[in-house]
């Protein structure tokens, strides 16, 4: 007759007739010293699980395949019978033979801790546990004394490699505790959406008054500059007073710079920001950030490009989407953490007679705009990866998701502009400006940074008996 199955996990199978229950040789009080298929079957499965794991493409392709066994069996009518990944009434030495390659292959894709770092090695796991020859065998006969009355004897040195012909307890107690340890994903099958997407948006105050000399007649003509709001240095949006454009300006006549600071006509539009943010196209970045910078700075003459005088209020803006896939989430769960390190913290200061050189710039109090940055009290400016809170991950079918998005921060409306101290001192050139004044604040930090943490919930090879 033909062979009559139970099914068991993962598509193993096992004749009806044997017990799939009862205790294993993996418990700390184990007596027994004799195999039997339960044994087997507990870390079979254990290879296969994590085998299924270490899916990184719908296909589907595995990092590790998992193990597969076609046997032919003779049946009672003498007819063979394929089977596969069964387990029969006799222990089938060559699978777990075969099982040995595949749990060392697995061994590196999975993370030591439940935290961002190192993957383990075979050597460096076979150390910490100290099985085998504690590098890369496992131990095939174990060392054992002979007694006789009650004295010792002899002593068999422990021996390492495959199975020997009788397969010891602690043979494959060692093969369970290999498996036990692999159970952390480290930043594996992560996928990055718009790779750190950014937006930035500046803001300019009427403060210049332009003079040109003629080109041809040398005639002095002088103007102010409006508001304008704008990612980038656009001489289209500059229209003088005098209603030339700038354009018309720059070929017809020479530059002689701004020469007057107005900080009556000063004040933050936030609106029109906001305005021309939604305008602006996203553009790529290396990181994740929210920066708010204002500024009143002086230069020295050096380029078209750069007045002498400037209120300026910028807002930088840049995010990503992590997804991170379990492809096997129905059968494998799991919990999932993310972690971010090395966050390079801009933060304002409360000292209004304080001032800084080249780039960031120091203010009072009043200064300062809240932006909304949901996960920004999560960075930290260690180089110790933090947790970020599990509010921001979302679950969605096979993917643990958390978007640091762009677009998730307010911009306020008009308000009252801050009032300087004095006019900038001015600086020695446009990367010196030693004396003027300002404010920064915010946080950033790179893409490479973020890492997600997966612990998976296996079925087999969990008690940890020692």
Sequence with gaps: MAFSWQQIKYGWVALTSIALTGTTIYIASNIRRHIQQIDIIEFALGTTERCLATQHATNPLYRVNPPSFVR???????????????IGYYIDKSMIVSLDTTIKRLVPYYGMSNSPGENWTVTGLWAHLG?????????????????????????????????????????????????????????????????????????????????????????????????????????????????????????????????????????????????????????????????????????????????????????????AIFKWANYHNTNIPSTFKVYAMGATAIVGSDNSTESKTNEWWYSPAEWHRVFYCPYEEDFSETNLYTQISSEYIIEDGIYNIINFGWDEFDLPGTIPPPTFAAEPSGGVSVSNNTGSYGTSWGMTIPLANIKGVRKFQFSYCTNKFW
Excluded at 189 to 205: D, E, L, Y
Aim: negative net charge; hydrophobic residues 35%; glycine residues 6%.
């Design 72 to 86: 032919s069996w003779k049946n009672t009518n003498g007819v063979d019978e394929n089977v596969t990944n069964a």
């Design 131 to 319: 099985i085998g020859d504690k590098t890369s065998e496992f131990t095939s006969v174990p060392c054992w004394t002979n007694f006789q009355d009650g004295v010792a004897v002899s002593t068999n040195i422990a021996t390492y490699g495959n199975y020997s012909q009788h397969i010891y307890v602690e043979a494959l107690q060692e093969r369970y505790k290999v498996l036990n340890a692999l159970e952390y994903f480290i930043d594996e099958n992560k996928t990055i959406i718009s790779n750190g997407v950014s937006r930035r948006v500046a803001f300019w105050n009427a403060v210049y008054q332009d003079f040109y000399s003629n080109k041809t007649t040398g005639v002095i003509v002088s103007g102010y500059r409006p508001a304008v709001a704008r990612g980038s240095f656009d001489a289209l949006q500059i229209q003088n007073v005098l209603g030339l454009d700038f354009y018309y300006y720059d070929t017809n006549y020479y530059m002689m710079g701004p020469e007057s600071f107005y900080q009556d006509a000063a004040y933050y539009d936030g609106d029109l920001m906001k305005e021309y943010w939604d305008s602006l196209p996203p553009s790529p970045g290396t990181s994740i950030a929210l920066s708010f910078f204002c500024s009143a700075k002086k230069y020295p003459y050096s380029t078209w490009l750069e007045p002498n005088y400037e209120y300026r209020v910028e807002i930088d803006k840049s995010g």
